[in-house]
C-alpha cells in the first residue's frame, strides 16, 4: 500500500548501490569510503522524509546515468572538465592547421625558390654560351683586322695613299 504511493517509477530503471546515512534517513551513492566520508560530512543527497501520517521522497540535485542524484558540485566539475576538454581539443586543432599552414607555405616557398634558381641557372648558361659566342666573334674579327693591317704593310707606299681615304671628310 504504502509502495502505490512513492513516486518511483522514474528511478526504476537504473540500480545504484546507497548507503544509509545517520537513522536511516539520508543516503549517499555507493557502498565504498567514498560513500562512507560523504555521510560523514554531511553531503547526503538523498533524503527521505516521513511528513505526518504519510512517506515522501525527497531527492536533491540532478539524477545521472548510474541513478545516484549529481550535485550541483559535482554536476559543476564535470561541466567544467567537459568545458576544458573541449577547449584543448579546439586548441590542439588550431595548432594542428597553424602548423600544416606553416608546411604548406615553406612548401609554396621552397618550389618557387626551387623554380627560380633553375630559371637563373638556365639564363646564367644562356648568357656564357652568347659571351662565348661574342668572344669568338670578336677574335675572328681582330684575326681579319690584322691580316688586313699586314696587307697595307706589305703593299707599296703610292697604292697605300691611294687607298687611304681623304682627310677633309
Same mark, same amino acid.
Given at each position: 500500500m504504502a509502495?502505490?504511493?512513492l513516486p518511483l517509477?522514474?528511478?526504476?530503471s537504473? *540500480?545504484?548501490?546507497?548507503?544509509?546515512?545517520?537513522?536511516?534517513?539520508?543516503f549517499c551513492?555507493?557502498?565504498?569510503k567514498?560513500?562512507?566520508?560523504?555521510? *560523514?560530512?554531511?553531503?547526503?543527497?538523498?533524503a527521505?522524509?516521513?511528513?505526518g501520517?504519510?512517506?515522501?521522497?525527497t531527492?536533491g540535485? *540532478?539524477?545521472s *546515468?548510474?541513478?545516484c542524484?549529481?550535485?550541483?558540485d559535482?554536476?559543476?566539475?564535470l561541466?567544467?572538465?567537459?568545458?576544458a576538454l573541449?577547449?584543448?581539443?579546439?586548441?590542439?586543432?588550431?595548432?594542428l592547421?597553424t602548423?600544416?599552414?606553416?608546411?604548406l607555405?615553406w612548401?609554396?616557398?621552397w618550389r618557387?625558390?626551387?623554380? +627560380?634558381y633553375?630559371?637563373l641557372e638556365?639564363d646564367?648558361?644562356?648568357?656564357?654560351?652568347e659571351?662565348? +659566342?661574342? +668572344? #669568338? #666573334?670578336n677574335?675572328d674579327l681582330q684575326?681579319?683586322v690584322?691580316? #688586313?693591317e699586314?696587307?697595307?704593310?706589305?703593299?707599296p707606299a703610292?697604292v697605300?695613299?691611294?687607298?687611304a681615304p681623304?682627310n677633309n671628310i
Amino acid at each position: 500500500m504504502a509502495n502505490s504511493a512513492l513516486p518511483l517509477e522514474p528511478y526504476r530503471s537504473g *540500480d545504484a548501490v546507497l548507503t544509509a546515512c545517520g537513522q536511516y534517513n539520508s543516503f549517499c551513492c555507493g557502498q565504498d569510503k567514498t560513500a562512507r566520508s560523504c555521510c *560523514d560530512s554531511g553531503n547526503a543527497s538523498l533524503a527521505v522524509q516521513v511528513p505526518g501520517a504519510g512517506l515522501g521522497i525527497t531527492i536533491g540535485g *540532478d539524477m545521472s *546515468d548510474s541513478g545516484c542524484p549529481i550535485t550541483t558540485d559535482s554536476y559543476t566539475s564535470l561541466k567544467a572538465g567537459r568545458n576544458a576538454l573541449i577547449a584543448v581539443t579546439v586548441v590542439f586543432v588550431v595548432a594542428l592547421l597553424t602548423v600544416a599552414a606553416l608546411a604548406l607555405r615553406w612548401r609554396r616557398s621552397w618550389r618557387q625558390r626551387k623554380t +627560380e634558381y633553375r630559371d637563373l641557372e638556365q639564363d646564367n648558361t644562356r648568357l656564357r654560351n652568347e659571351h662565348a +659566342e661574342k +668572344e #669568338q #666573334q670578336n677574335q675572328d674579327l681582330q684575326q681579319q683586322v690584322r691580316a #688586313q693591317e699586314e696587307k697595307l704593310i706589305n703593299m707599296p707606299a703610292m697604292v697605300r695613299t691611294a687607298l687611304a681615304p681623304p682627310n677633309n671628310i
